[in-house]
């Protein structure tokens, strides 16, 4: 798999009814977005790393840690939307070329950087 493209999506949409702006509150000195972001650059693994989200707010933070930031519309962006949906739009945005895709959900932020490295 050493030749084929592997990138890491994060989705992390504003919306949320148990806990709004969820993503971009603060779990020590970071959000969940920058979490995950951070996860995934420390792992190595990745060619490219892409925040998907409807916040300006999201897509800020994603750009200051030097990842691509996707706008996402905002049909993919409600409470019922499909991640596979999610997912399928940003595939065919051909933002970045991607032979593999890994979801790395804000929501998890306990999860390792060696965790991704050793799902390959």
Known sequence: MSTS??????P???GSK?????????????????IAID???ESNSVENIVVTSDS?????QAMKRG?????????????????AD???NLIASNLVP????????PTSPLRESKMISSSL
């Open 18 to 34: 148990g806990l709004p702006q969820k993503n971009v509150k603060r779990l020590g000195n970071r959000s969940l977005v920058e």
């Open 5 to 10: 493209t592997i990138t890491a999506i994060i």
């Open 86 to 88: 999610v997912v399928a």
């Open 56 to 60: 300006d707010e999201i897509l800020d």
């Open 98 to 105: 991607t032979d593999y895709a890994m979801l790395l959900q």
């Open 67 to 83: 990842v691509v930031a996707h706008k996402r519309p905002d049909n993919l962006a409600k409470d019922d939307s499909s991640m």
């Open 12 to 14: 992390a949409r504003s």
């Open 39 to 41: 996860c995934a650059l």
